[in-house]
């Protein structure tokens, strides 16, 4: 039998009890498992559930010419902490990524800013901003055309980024239909969202994306 677990938030809202998982597996174009894909789950029929941003800054660091990490998932309201390791300068600029179907129009605003050179035994220069809006925003560096990094501020706290295995793991989510949006820095137009019905049972979905991903520079 199944037993509804009802929560009073802005309206009450009923949900089913059972737990259920749902196993997402992103491949390439080539069938290939890929990593770093985001993966974003929107609940039907209610709203996405929101979490709070984590009390201390998400480090995004410049080192050795790339941002580190590639891509970065937070919710609206994190700060960001952009360092930089190398001991020359690097002009960091966040602009809306484009060419994304689902994009929010009112995506985080751009910002650019110069960080100086780490000098030997100083602390690196760093800059903090915080991002207020769900969006991607696409990373660069003035002086470095071949840095790139993004970071995707999402609207649903059901969101993971896959991993060496192209996998991403929810578990304990409550049954109930669900929207699928996944996302890759190297898509061009993001395709439509996939309806699931979560059940009792965790549900296994393969997605594939038609991405061929860079090599990234070791
Ligand atoms: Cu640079």
Known sequence: MRKLLCIASTQ????????SGLHV???DREGKPLAEAVVVLYPVGRAAPA???????????Q????????????????QLRFANLDRWDHHVRGTQA?????????????????LAGRAAGQAPAATELVVDKPGVVLLGCHLHGSMRGHVFVTDSAWTLKTDESGVA??????AGQVELR??????????????????????QQTVQLGVVPRRRRL
């Open 12 to 19: 009450l809202v009923c949900w089913a009890a059972q737990a």
């Open 25 to 27: 597996q992103v491949q």
């Open 51 to 61: 979490s709070a941003p984590p009390p201390g800054p998400v480090l995004i660091e």
């Open 63 to 78: 080192e050795r010419m790339r941002f580190v990490p590639a891509l970065t998932v937070v919710v609206p309201g994190t």
């Open 98 to 114: 484009t060419g994304l179907a689902a994009l929010d129009p009112n995506a985080p605003a751009g910002f650019e800013f110069r």
């Open 169 to 174: 793991r929810f578990e304990g989510l409550p």
């Open 182 to 203: 996944v996302w890759h820095p190297e898509l061009l137009v993001e395709p439509p969202r996939q309806a699931l019905q979560l059940g009792a049972t965790t549900l």
